[in-house]
């Protein structure tokens, strides 16, 4: 049987069961997909399949974790603040307490032996106060700085040594925003005697660091034009001094072009700055338009014989030589001389004569054993030694000569103020007393010294009442004033007062060799200003009565209460700081969800109804994918 042609618009089974197989594939992924949408409540899976919204979601993503991890930051740094204030309120406790005590010690309020039951609850504070100063929170001391893993304060020998360091630790709050979620220890407790050189001005050197020039602000380096003529015609460079570390480094440099014609070296007349001097002719120097390397190093001038180079003040290193000092004039130390270091009751010699670099010296002082720090001044114009110790004096003196002196670190000097003397107690030369001198001739001079203000004019005053046979003048070892008399063979005696007393010079020297000197105490002292050592003071006046000492320590107890409430409010304001923040952050965070929800999530109402849809679909693709196929031969006849 023959089959005629296929009527026009009918189609090949092949081309159907390829369409039909087509719309069930599309059908089944719009399905599969809705169903993952539905699944997961998000739009797509991959950002290929939507690269667009895929980029806006992975910014808001890194934003909300971002957010996230500055709303912990901020959380921690909370626990941290509140832990931290409430201990400093328990300290301000400790601080009202002591000035109920030293109040009712003073003067005739109380009697001796109710002042030294005052005197043991002023121990039980001390005890209260280093319980509340190392305060441990989610392990970690709240007052030790960065070194927070370790104690801060330990009592030892009835002294509390500090152990922490004065860095605050920051934590992020904002994007950009950093905020200390811990306070300066070395503030609230000020637990150092620190003893500085004052500036010491260092002579340069070739070793001498750029960075180290204009007080440690540093030169920026660059180009500049350097121009020389020795009679031949000027010769002209840019030379470029970037990169150099040191100053031995820029005499390379501006002297490399010229071939021997040009000499760059420390001036000799000043020590603090740089000099040019070509082998004949002249040397001029400038700066590239808009620059100021040149005028920063001293050396920016017109055509001259010779350029002697402006101050650049460089700041004091580990390598700079003791003998820069004093702009130069530091004299060399003796054998066997040094400086005296006192600390509480240990008392130890230190000789400097093989010492020949600041470095030296640090390590010659850590190598004594003693509890010190040592470092260089915060501005860099010297250096510092510092006792840690709460409860104990600290004092530098000489070793056989004047290194102490000449580093600028002796405690008692001549530049040294009479009301400092004494832990501030001062030496009241002006209270109507005399200083008492009962010579070795049997003579009495009684010395006003009601006009003295530095322990120079008492020496002075001194000095002048016979000259050269009654000589005033600091110890060779330690502190303190030494008389000599030679008027004859007697005692040489001062008389004991409130001004004999303040000087350290009352007693008598009943020896008959005149050579032998009547020799004086250390009245200066170095003890840390904070709250320690101010309860140990307290607790001494109060056992000894003394009111004038309490009198000082009321002082010193309201400048403390002052710093405390000063910090206490500082801490406030950080946790009012961090309170607002967090609100932004959250808010923050609410505006980033929605924005991510619109962009990412999907619309569940609206994805189950596209899902009833889509089954439809499918399953009317299905019926009629079924009975397109079942169709014959006769289905078209």
């Given at each position: 049987m023959?089959?005629?042609?296929?009527?026009?618009?009918?189609?090949?089974?092949?081309?159907?069961?390829?369409?039909?197989?087509?719309?069930?594939?599309?059908?089944?992924?719009?399905?599969?997909?809705?169903?993952?949408?539905?699944?997961?409540?998000?739009?797509?899976?991959?950002?290929?399949?939507?690269?667009?919204?895929?980029?806006?979601?992975?910014?808001?993503?890194?934003?909300?974790?971002?957010?996230?991890?500055?709303?912990?930051?901020?959380?921690?740094?909370?626990?941290?603040?509140?832990?931290?204030?409430?201990?400093?309120?328990?300290?301000?406790?400790?601080?009202?307490?002591?000035?109920?005590?030293?109040?009712?010690?003073?003067?005739d309020n109380?009697?001796?032996?109710?002042?030294?039951?005052m005197?043991e609850?002023?121990?039980?504070?001390?005890?209260?106060?280093?319980?509340?100063?190392n305060?441990?929170?989610?392990?970690?001391?709240?007052?030790?700085g960065?070194?927070?893993?370790?104690?801060?304060?330990?009592?030892?020998?009835?002294?509390?040594?500090?152990?922490?360091?004065?860095?605050?630790?920051?934590?992020?709050?904002?994007?950009?925003?950093?905020?200390?979620?811990?306070?300066?220890?070395?503030?609230?407790?000020?637990?150092?005697?620190?003893?500085?050189?004052?500036?010491?001005?260092p002579?340069?050197?070739?070793?001498?660091?750029?960075?180290?020039?204009?007080?440690?602000?540093?030169?920026?380096?660059?180009?500049?034009?350097?121009t020389?003529?020795t009679?031949?015609?000027?010769?002209?460079?840019?030379?470029d001094?970037?990169?150099?570390?040191?100053?031995?480094?820029?005499?390379?440099?501006?002297?490399a072009?010229?071939?021997?014609?040009?000499?760059?070296?420390?001036?000799?007349?000043?020590?603090?700055?740089?000099?040019?001097?070509?082998?004949?002719?002249?040397?001029?120097?400038?700066?590239?338009?808009?620059?100021?390397?040149?005028r920063?190093?001293?050396i920016?001038?017109?055509?001259?014989?010779?350029?002697?180079?402006?101050?650049?003040?460089?700041?004091?290193?580990?390598?700079?030589?003791?003998?820069?000092?004093?702009?130069?004039?530091?004299?060399?130390?003796?054998?066997?001389?040094?400086?005296?270091?006192?600390?509480?009751d240990t008392?130890?010699n230190?000789?400097?004569?093989?010492?020949?670099?600041?470095?030296?010296?640090?390590?010659?002082?850590?190598?004594?054993?003693?509890?010190?720090?040592?470092?260089?001044?915060?501005?860099?114009?010297?250096?510092?030694?510092?006792?840690?110790l709460?409860?104990?004096?600290f004092?530098?003196g000489?070793?056989?000569?004047?290194?102490?002196?000449?580093?600028?670190?002796?405690?008692?000097n001549?530049?040294?103020?009479?009301?400092?003397?004494?832990?501030?107690y001062?030496?009241?030369?002006?209270?109507?007393?005399?200083l008492?001198?009962?010579?070795?001739?049997?003579?009495?001079?009684?010395?006003?010294?009601?006009?003295?203000t530095?322990?120079?004019?008492?020496?002075?005053?001194?000095n002048?009442?016979?000259?050269?046979?009654?000589?005033?003048?600091?110890?060779?070892?330690?502190?303190?004033?030494?008389?000599?008399?030679?008027?004859?063979?007697?005692?040489?005696?001062?008389?004991?007062?409130?001004?004999?007393?303040?000087?350290?010079?009352?007693?008598?020297?009943?020896?008959?060799?005149?050579?032998?000197?009547?020799?004086?105490k250390?009245?200066?002292?170095?003890?840390?200003?904070?709250?320690?050592?101010?309860?140990?003071?307290?607790?001494?006046?109060?056992?000894?009565?003394?009111?004038?000492?309490?009198?000082?320590?009321?002082?010193?107890?309201?400048?403390?209460?002052?710093?405390?409430?000063?910090?206490?409010?500082?801490?406030?304001?950080?946790?009012k700081?961090?309170?607002?923040?967090?609100?932004?952050?959250?808010?923050?965070?609410?505006?980033?969800?929605?924005?991510?929800?619109?962009?990412f999530?999907?619309?569940?109402?609206?994805a189950?109804?596209?899902?009833s849809?889509?089954?439809?679909?499918?399953?009317?693709?299905?019926?009629?994918?079924?009975?397109?196929?079942?169709?014959?031969?006769?289905?078209?006849?």
């Amino acid at each position: 049987m023959s089959i005629g042609p296929l009527l026009p618009g009918r189609i090949p089974s092949s081309l159907k069961l390829s369409r039909s197989q087509s719309q069930l594939t599309q059908q089944n992924y719009m399905l599969q997909k809705l169903s993952e949408q539905i699944t997961t409540g998000n739009k797509f899976q991959l950002p290929s399949e939507s690269p667009a919204e895929a980029i806006k979601t992975i910014i808001l993503q890194k934003s909300l974790e971002k957010n996230s991890q500055l709303q912990a930051n901020i959380q921690a740094s909370d626990g941290f603040l509140s832990a931290t204030e409430n201990a400093l309120n328990s300290l301000g406790d400790v601080f009202n307490s002591a000035k109920s005590l030293l109040l009712a010690g003073t003067g005739d309020n109380a009697t001796t032996a109710e002042k030294q039951e005052m005197a043991e609850e002023v121990s039980s504070l001390i005890k209260q106060a280093l319980n509340f100063a190392n305060t441990k929170y989610n392990d970690r001391y709240l007052f030790a700085g960065s070194n927070n893993k370790t104690v801060p304060f330990t009592d030892t020998n009835g002294t509390i040594n500090y152990n922490g360091n004065g860095f605050q630790i920051e934590s992020y709050v904002g994007l950009d925003q950093l905020l200390g979620n811990s306070i300066d220890a070395t503030r609230a407790f000020d637990p150092f005697a620190t003893v500085s050189s004052g500036d010491l001005n260092p002579t340069l050197s070739m070793s001498t660091k750029i960075d180290q020039l204009l007080g440690g602000k540093g030169v920026s380096l660059g180009t500049i034009s350097v121009t020389v003529d020795t009679g031949g015609g000027p010769q002209t460079e840019q030379i470029d001094l970037s990169g150099a570390k040191t100053l031995g480094d820029l005499k390379t440099r501006i002297e490399a072009p010229f071939g021997g014609d040009l000499t760059l070296d420390i001036d000799p007349a000043t020590g603090s700055g740089l000099r040019l001097t070509p082998t004949a002719g002249t040397v001029a120097v400038a700066d590239q338009t808009g620059k100021s390397i040149a005028r920063d190093l001293g050396i920016a001038s017109a055509a001259a014989a010779v350029i002697n180079g402006g101050t650049i003040n460089p700041t004091v290193s580990l390598q700079t030589p003791l003998s820069a000092f004093n702009g130069g004039t530091f004299p060399t130390v003796a054998a066997g001389t040094g400086i005296q270091l006192t600390l509480n009751d240990t008392t130890v010699n230190v000789d400097l004569s093989g010492v020949t670099t600041v470095e030296g010296l640090f390590n010659a002082v850590r190598a004594t054993g003693l509890d010190l720090n040592v470092g260089l001044s915060a501005d860099g114009s010297g250096i510092e030694i510092s006792s840690k110790l709460s409860g104990a004096n600290f004092s530098i003196g000489e070793y056989g000569g004047t290194a102490a002196t000449d580093l600028g670190l002796r405690t008692l000097n001549a530049n040294t103020k009479l009301a400092d003397l004494n832990l501030g107690y001062g030496a009241h030369v002006d209270s109507g007393f005399t200083l008492d001198i009962t010579r070795r001739d049997g003579t009495t001079t009684n010395l006003d010294l009601s006009t003295a203000t530095t322990m120079q004019d008492v020496l002075t005053a001194i000095n002048a009442i016979d000259p050269g046979n009654l000589v005033a003048s600091f110890v060779p070892n330690g502190n303190g004033i030494q008389l000599v008399d030679n008027s004859g063979t007697g005692p040489l005696t001062i008389g004991e007062n409130i001004v004999s007393k303040a000087l350290g010079l009352n007693g008598s020297e009943t020896g008959i060799d005149p050579l032998v000197p009547l020799t004086g105490k250390d009245v200066n002292p170095q003890r840390p200003d904070g709250m320690f050592d101010m309860l140990y003071r307290l607790r001494d006046a109060l056992e000894s009565g003394d009111d004038v000492a309490l009198g000082q320590i009321d002082k010193q107890l309201t400048r403390q209460l002052s710093t405390f409430t000063i910090l206490r409010g500082d801490v406030g304001a950080r946790l009012k700081s961090l309170d607002d923040m967090q609100s932004q952050l959250a808010d923050q965070e609410l505006n980033m969800q929605e924005s991510l929800s619109q962009v990412f999530e999907i619309d569940l109402t609206q994805a189950f109804t596209d899902f009833s849809y889509a089954q439809f679909v499918l399953q009317a693709t299905q019926q009629i994918t079924a009975n397109s196929l079942q169709q014959t031969l006769l289905s078209y006849l």
